[in-house]
Nanobody
Framework: QVQLVESGGGLVQAGGSLRLSCVAS????????MGWYRQALGNQRELVAT???????NYADSAKDRFAISRDNAKNTVYLQMNSLKPEDTAVYYC???????????WGKGTLVTVSS
């Protein structure tokens, strides 16, 4: 089992920035993919960005120019730097930890990001 704890969400004005963090603990595998998804009220959960254990990054089109995902393998932590936030970025942001060799994906409980106009 892998436990994920997110932090860093909150209320920010449009144009502002937030940095989300997620710490993984438990059965950590050296080869893994960590990432962020989000779900706005009434919408389906969608990909924001992922990063592999060797640093390969993948972004949703909505995040490419404004968000940056990074990780610290020594701390089993993934970050999401969000800049130029828009009201449509308002959502619950979920951290994920994927173990490709085990076809397993773990989810955090989510952290709420609210962007006011």
């Amino acid at each position: 089992q892998v436990q994920l704890v997110e932090s860093g969400g909150g209320l920010v004005q449009a144009g502002g920035s937030l940095r989300l963090s997620c710490v993984a603990s438990g059965s950590i595998f050296s080869i893994n993919v960590m990432g962020w998804y989000r779900q706005a009220l009434g919408n389906q959960r969608e990909l924001v960005a992922t990063i592999t254990s060797d640093g390969g990054r993948n972004y949703a089109d909505s995040a490419k120019d404004r968000f940056a995902i990074s990780r610290d393998n020594a701390k089993n932590t993934v970050y999401l730097q969000m800049n130029s936030l828009k009201p449509e970025d308002t959502a619950v942001y979920y951290c994920t930890y994927q173990i490709p060799s085990r076809f397993r994906t773990y989810w955090g409980k989510g952290t709420l990001v609210t962007v006011s106009s």
